[in-house]
C-alpha cells in the first residue's frame, strides 16, 4: 500500500505545498511469516565463517536473544483472526431465506433459526454476529443448497458448549439434516477434506471406517475390537 506524503515550505512571503513521490508502507507480516523469516536469517548466520568475528559474535548473540524471549511470545501470540475463529463455528444445512427477502427479514430469520438450535441443545449463549459464507447461487433451473452459516459467540466458552451438545441434533428429526462444526483455518480445512477423501476411498475398497481422533480408522466392533 503507497501513501503520498505533504510537506509544507514556509518562506518570507507565502507558504507552498508540494507532495513528494509516493512513499510505499511496510506491508504487515502475521506471526508465521515473522518466524519463517527468522529461521531464514538464524540459518545463513550460523553458517558463516566470521562467526568468530566481533559483528558475528553479536549477531549470533541477537538470534539466541530472538529465539529465547521474542519467539515464544510471537508463538503464544493470538491474532484478532484467530481469537474470533475460536468463538465461532458454522452451520450446515440450515435453510436461507430467498434472494427477495430484505436484508433484516434474513437476519432475523437466521439468529431465530439459531437461538431455536441453542434451546434445543440446551445451550445459553450470546451471538456476536451471523453471516452466510460465499456468494448466493439464485439459479432459477434448481433450488442451491443453503450457504454455510458462520456464527460468532461471545466468549470461546459458548463455542464449546455448543460444539459438545452439537450431537443432540441427530434425535431431533427438524434438525437431522443440519450439522455444527468449529470455524476451522485452511490447514485444517485441507485436513478435513483429505480425511473425507480418505474415508471414501477406503469404504469403495470395503474397509468398514471411520474418522476418529483426526485419523481413518477401523470401527470398533460392540466388544471393542477392530
Wanted: with cysteine; net charge positive; charged share 30%.
Amino acid at each position: 500500500m503507497s501513501a503520498t506524503k505533504k510537506i509544507t515550505k514556509f518562506d518570507d512571503k507565502n507558504v507552498t505545498t508540494r507532495k513528494t513521490q509516493s512513499v510505499s508502507e511496510p506491508p504487515v507480516l502475521d506471526n508465521a511469516t515473522i518466524l519463517a523469516e527468522f529461521k531464514k536469517i538464524a540459518l545463513t548466520i550460523h553458517a558463516q565463517p566470521q562467526l568468530d568475528s566481533p559483528i558475528g559474535q553479536a549477531a549470533a548473540k541477537l538470534v539466541s536473544l530472538f529465539q529465547d524471549h521474542v519467539v515464544p511470545k510471537l508463538s503464544n501470540y493470538l491474532s484478532p483472526q484467530e481469537i474470533e475463529r475460536q468463538r465461532s463455528v458454522v452451520i450446515q444445512g440450515l435453510p436461507e431465506l430467498d434472494s427477495s427477502a430484505l436484508n433484516l427479514e434474513r437476519r432475523i430469520h437466521e439468529i431465530k433459526a439459531v437461538c431455536g438450535i441453542l434451546d434445543q441443545i440446551g445451550v445459553e449463549a450470546n451471538l456476536v454476529a451471523t453471516y452466510r459464507l460465499g456468494q448466493r447461487n439464485d439459479d432459477q433451473a434448481k433450488t442451491p443448497p443453503p450457504r454455510l452459516l458462520k456464527v460468532i459467540f461471545a466468549t470461546r466458552q459458548m463455542q464449546r458448549q455448543v460444539i459438545s451438545n452439537a450431537k443432540k441434533l441427530r434425535s431431533i428429526a427438524h434438525f437431522k439434516k443440519v450439522f455444527i462444526q468449529p470455524s476451522l483455518t485452511k490447514e485444517q480445512r485441507d485436513h478435513q477434506f483429505e480425511l473425507r477423501k480418505e474415508l471414501r476411498e477406503r469404504r469403495d475398497k470395503g474397509e468398514d471406517v471411520e474418522i476418529r481422533n483426526n485419523k481413518v480408522v477401523l470401527k470398533k466392533s460392540g466388544n471393542g475390537q477392530h
